[in-house]
């Protein structure tokens, strides 16, 4: 084992919580470890909805969080201008949903005086016929519609945005890194034992560990012997490869719980459960039950979504602070910051609970928190500081196109993920061919990925590039991606065959809730595309 | 105490919904809609591309349109069908690459495994990226 690394912070958790700690810490000038047992935003923060919203039917419980969820949603899409985008809602009202259109249009005419806190349109309002002309699969059966605006954003590259300028800024930052043990000394906290990627254990001291493990929260806790509870909470999307509307559209579930069908870049994300979950964290299955509660919600408002062809679906488990008794759908999301010195155990804070819209304030409050007992003063520049990639404005696409010998789809897509570093990342090297087609995504910026964005696995090039995002699911690039990837990263060719076979294997878990029809033509091609993988 | 709170200023702005509904009357708020959007990319679907909208994205990117017929203008076949049919919000950006030289279109089409209708993708794509 080599000798223990110092740092003032070590941070455990590299969700969106984690990652936006760590840049906070570190411009703030402090020494931060981050160290996640996955990848990026893996966890919660990648099975989320995609959304930086306000909030609006928190209106029914609590105006003080969609005020804090509003505002801080304006500084992330300030900040990250470059990689998010609107998202229009429509909300089509049927006659016996349990609002009916005044009550729907009330609430949003009460949202409207939050929505330029975070840089968004007032609503309008639809008579049915008008919501038709602009989204004919909607039901003739409504009684009217109103709109609303959020705004979509990529969590990966949020996520990765917030660690790359940690690291920019001093931090270090290590994924597929499990903490193991925390170090102890006479009841505090002062470091922590982990495990790297190729297996070796090393030791990290620090004034203070931060506990960001989202759900795994109480699991971090009970290493320092103190009692963190959640109520985790599953939530499960739907993935089509495609926008079935060009707008997001809600609907309401058998049990009046609120569902939402959301565009996002190309693909379409449908969802969600929201159940108590008690089964094992790092292995959460998605049940044909839960698609078929979706579905059957959403075909009340758009009737021909059985006909879409689904590629996979996503889950998560929601840190969702204890409370006893509600409904799920009535838990609060706010957060709450634990200084375990009242447990005795100093050197010792956790962040549990929230939401990916209210990231940067719960970092900016934790990382105050850890200023505080380190008796460190400096403020948080966080809510005005650019992320990387949203520092400049972007160049128009056909002329990125033009100068790096891509289609101009595929500059699109390349400043979808890199914004204004766009042309950095084709810099000094040829473009190449396309290697994920449908995406479109270059050999190039997957190779970049390797070299520079700390992708170790396929999967970890999903999350970063969109690799096999698309409608073919990788049936046309995993064999090929594997030989890039592998090429930076030293891997022989067994090393490459089995990660196309990790990879296919944990995507199939994935897909195999939702496959029906053109889905099993399509399975037909990924397997017969890896055919020799798995005998 | 917070939800309480919640409910009773709902409540009376429903109430002043409700009456501002009564004195003010409705006007059209679709084309304030659609121009206030359209840079964002989000012009509608028509009924007929609705109607067709599961088979029009239905592409699994077997490539064997590429075989049959080769490409529109620059853009092969089956990245049309399977990526340039995916409807990015910034599809307008792309215009140039589906602007230009017309496949064989019957042969692609008959050579899809799934009936994706490739003409009418392109019309599709087309019509959204020109704006």
Known sequence: MSQPSAHDVVIIGGGVTGAGIARDLSLRGLSVLLLEKGDWGAGTSGSSSWMIHGGPRYLE???????????????????????????????????????????????????????????????????????????????????????????????????????????????????????????RDAGAVIGVRYRTSDGAYSEARAKVVVNAAGPWVPEVGHMAGVDVQLRPAKGIHIVYPHRISRFAISAESIDGRDLLMVSHAGFTLLGTTDDDFYGDLDSVEVLRDEVDYLLQGFERVFPAIRKFRPVRTTTGVRPTLFKWRRYEDELSRRYQIFDHASDGVDGFVTIAGGKLSMYRLMAEETSDAVCRKLGHQSPCVTATQPLPGSESDMEPAEDLARRCGISALAAVKLQSRHGSRAAEVLDGAAAG????????????????????????????????????????????????????????????????????????????????????????AQEELVQGATRGLFV | MGRTDSLAKLALAYGMHLTRRRL?????????????????????????EQEKHPQLIGCINCGLCAFAAGRLARTRLPDLASSYARLYSRLGDAAGDVDGEEPDWEAASAACPVGVPLEDVARMVRRLAVG
């Open chain 2, 24 to 48: 003010r009357p409705a006007r059209s708020q679709l084309k304030p809609l659609l121009d206030l959007y359209a840079a964002d990319g989000l012009a509608p679907l028509t009924p007929e």
């Open chain 1, 433 to 520: 061919r396309v290697v994920c087609r449908c995406e479109p995504l270059t050999e190039a910026e997957l190779s970049y990925s390797a070299r520079r964005e700390q992708v170790r696995t396929l999967a970890d090039a999903f999350r970063r590039v969109s690799l096999a995002g698309g409608p073919c699911a990788g049936a046309a690039c995993v064999m090929r991606a594997a030989e890039i990837v592998g090429r930076e990263l030293g891997w022989s060719a067994s090393q490459r065959f089995d990660a196309v076979r990790d990879f296919v294997q944990s995507s199939w878990l994935g897909r195999a809730p939702v496959l029906t029809h053109a889905g099993w």
């Open chain 1, 61 to 183: 419980f609590d105006w003080d969080t969609t005020r804090l969820s509003t505002t801080d949603a304006g500084h992330i899409v300030t900040i990250a201008r470059n990689i998010v985008y609107r998202v229009l809602f429509i909300i089509p009202v049927l006659p016996h949903d349990k609002n009916n259109i005044e009550r729907m249009e009330t609430a949003m005419e009460v949202y409207d005086r939050f929505q330029p806190l975070k840089k968004s349109h007032p609503h309008k309002r639809l008579t049915p016929q008008e919501a038709l002309e602009i989204e004919p699969g909607l039901t003739p059966d409504m009684v009217g519609a109103v709109t609303m605006e959020e705004w979509g954003v990529d969590p990966h590259r949020l996520v990765f945005a917030n660690v790359q300028d940690a690291v920019a800024n001093g931090a270090r930052a290590l994924n597929h890194t499990k903490v193991v043990e925390l170090l």
